[in-house]
């Protein structure tokens, strides 16, 4: 058994209003108190637009919904002249527990650099927020570099910015496999996911090594999730478009329904 608590994220990624992100929130937790699922053995969070961000905190406020939320990105700075960026301060205002950081889009349609993305996980933690970071390779990485090379070394820049102590989450997301509805063999992505696991013993000890949740992502759907979480170094999911189909995402969520024993 693994001493770390499941972690199943849905990213919303530029979907859904504030009104729609109530309705999707509530019929989540409605139907997984409905199957009765138990969020001490898999924590469930989702990350909104930031539009939606203060609905979802009045929502889950207000609701008492054992449902965690958090951002897209996070700018580097804290406050200033960056217009359309989103203050870590900002964040922390809303409860946001939870930041995505590195997304592969973010890298490649607004050319996130490493050392960017280890600036915004620095910012993460002034703020008391957990960062996400995500680590992936492209098909050609794959052929150039090999399996886990180009997320390691993604992986080595950013935990430059952690603040020694404070918790991080950290997403292999196969470039390759997101959106294209084939995903990593559980095998393919636990061999990445040992890899990574030992850049964080080496970088921040092994204790915290241990405790460090590592999440899978790209193509995750309810007939997949299983085999993910068998493995050893595999504790979650970060989930793409299945988790904006809310039967789909919710069965994901009670993964351990479909594990067995």
């Known amino acids: 058994m693994k001493a770390r608590t499941p972690f199943i994220a849905g990213n919303w990624k530029m979907n859904l209003d504030h009104l729609q992100s109530i309705a999707f929130v509530q019929k989540l937790a409605w139907t997984l108190s409905d199957a009765r699922h138990d969020f001490a053995t898999a924590e469930v969070a989702v990350f909104p637009p930031f539009t939606d961000l203060r609905s979802v905190q009045t929502l889950v406020n207000a609701d008492d919904l054992p449902i965690a939320y958090g951002g897209q990105d996070i700018s580097e700075h804290d406050n200033g002249a960056y217009t359309g960026e989103i203050s870590g301060a900002f964040l922390k205002a809303l409860d946001t527990k939870y930041v995505v950081i590195g997304h592969s889009e973010r890298r490649q349609y607004h050319g996130e650099t490493d050392e960017q993305i280890a600036g915004k996980v620095a910012a993460a933690h002034r703020h008391g927020i957990i960062p996400v970071i995500c680590v992936g390779e492209t098909a050609e990485d794959l052929e150039t570099h090999g399996p886990s090379a180009v997320p390691v070394a993604q992986l080595r820049v950013a935990l ?22 084939q995903a990593a063999t559980s095998d393919q992505a636990q061999q990445v996911c040992a890899a ?19 999440l899978y992502g790209g193509s995750v759907k309810s007939s997949n999730i299983a085999g993910f979480m068998r493995e050893t170094d595999i504790d979650g999911a970060l989930v793409g478009g299945a988790s904006l189909q809310l039967e789909e995402f919710a069965s994901i969520v009670r993964f351990q329904k479909h594990v067995g024993t």
Do not use: C, F, H, N
Request: glycine fraction near 14%.
């Open 196 to 214: 990574l696991r030992v850049v964080i013993a080496e970088l921040l000890g092994d204790d915290v090594a241990q405790a460090t949740r590592i």
């Open 160 to 181: 430059g910015g952690a603040l020694k102590g404070s918790d991080v989450v950290v997403a292999y997301e196969p470039v390759w496999a997101i959106g294209s509805g």
